[in-house]
Nanobody, 117 residues
Framework: VQLVESGGGLVQPGGSLRLSCAGS????????MSWYRQAPGKERELVAG????????NYADSVQGRFTISRDNAKNTVYLQMNSLKPEDTAVYYC???????????WGQGTQVTVSS
């Protein structure tokens, strides 16, 4: 089982990034997917989530209206489009899959996002 995030990097305030998380080794289309982030010295927090069929999404208040989560089950990939980035969005971003078929949770290794001028 693997979740591999990509797309992180350094961006200026106001800029955009799109994160991707590719899953393998499990039934991606049966999993609710979500993005979390963890800044230095802070607890990991939920950023956005999407149901397995993509019909429902939810967002943290701090990113509502700026971030968009989506998924492509044909590509076993979930995305996080991040616009109007702020320095406080700086964190390691993690992908999570909840596999209800086997009652297990998978995590990716994380990708660093740094928002700085």
């Amino acid at each position: 089982v693997q979740l591999v995030e990509s797309g992180g990097g350094l961006v200026q305030p106001g800029g955009s990034l799109r994160l991707s998380c590719a899953g393998s080794g499990f039934t991606f289309s049966s999993c609710d997917m979500s993005w979390y982030r963890q800044a230095p010295g802070k607890e990991r927090e939920l950023v956005a989530g999407i149901t397995y069929f993509g019909g429902r999404t939810n967002y943290a208040d701090s990113v509502q209206g700026r971030f968009t989560i989506s998924r492509d089950n044909a590509k076993n990939t979930v995305y996080l489009q991040m616009n109007s980035l702020k320095p406080e969005d700086t964190a390691v971003y993690y992908c999570k899959a909840i596999d209800y078929a086997v009652k297990y949770t998978y995590w990716g290794q994380g990708t660093q996002v740094t928002v700085s001028s």
